[in-house]
């Protein structure tokens, strides 16, 4: 497998990633960083939502959809990590391709943002068995007690609808083949990851900073 910025080209001033990403290091003189502007898109802008340390020296990005079973095993391994790496700072990018379903999720789980539930909503949808739709999704809701109404207007919001466009941006934009991917550092995976993975993912970026 390739290190995911031997893929990097120039399209528009945007930078393009074809392909699924890879997590091999390059060859010493081979490493080519993450432009800047790239990193500050994907790690900062577009309302990121941040767990972990805020102020954490590694950020470890997510993209994923509620109706991908491989993003639904990574919520107990990254809750793993998060507690074991105090310096970890992590970044969701909700990014619903699987249709209605996961579109209407996706509005309803940022839109918890506002109420200060969203991890408590995010275990929840990830606990869906089936289809995530709508019906599902509002029971889901319920049960760890957000304002209903509220949370109606809220998934409607330039703060959402702006989440949800900046992913799509980014994906499209780098060329991301699906969910779940994991991007640290200038390295990245794409697919089913164990715990092992995405902590050696996380200590290659570290040793990208010294």
């Known amino acids: 497998m390739q290190h995911i910025n031997r893929r990097l080209a120039m ?107 969203y991890w408590p909503f995010h275990i929840e949808l990830m606990k869906i068995r089936g289809r995530v739709e709508e019906a599902p999704v509002l029971r889901a809701a319920e049960a760890v007690g957000l304002d209903m109404a509220r949370l109606r207007r809220d998934m409607e919001s330039a703060r959402v609808l702006g989440h949800i466009e900046h992913s799509m941006a980014l994906a499209d934009h780098m060329g991301l083949a699906g969910t779940p991917t994991f991007i640290a550092g200038n390295d990245g995976l794409f697919g089913r990851q164990t715990s092992k993975d995405l902590q050696d993912l996380v200590t290659r970026a570290r040793a990208d900073l010294l």
């Open 11 to 117: 399209r528009s001033g945007l930078v393009l990633i074809g392909g699924a990403l890879a997590a091999a290091m390059p060859s010493p003189g081979q490493a080519n960083p993450m432009p800047e502007e790239l990193r500050k898109a994907l790690e900062h802008e577009g309302d990121a939502v941040v767990l972990g340390n805020p102020a954490g020296d590694i950020t470890l990005t997510e993209f994923f959809d509620y109706n991908c079973p491989f993003c639904r095993e990574t919520v107990p391994v990254l809750q793993r990590l998060i507690l074991d790496d105090p310096q970890l700072r992590v970044v969701f990018r909700e990014w619903p391709i699987f249709g209605e379903g996961s579109v209407f999720a996706t509005k309803a789980s940022l839109a918890s943002l506002e109420q200060g539930k």
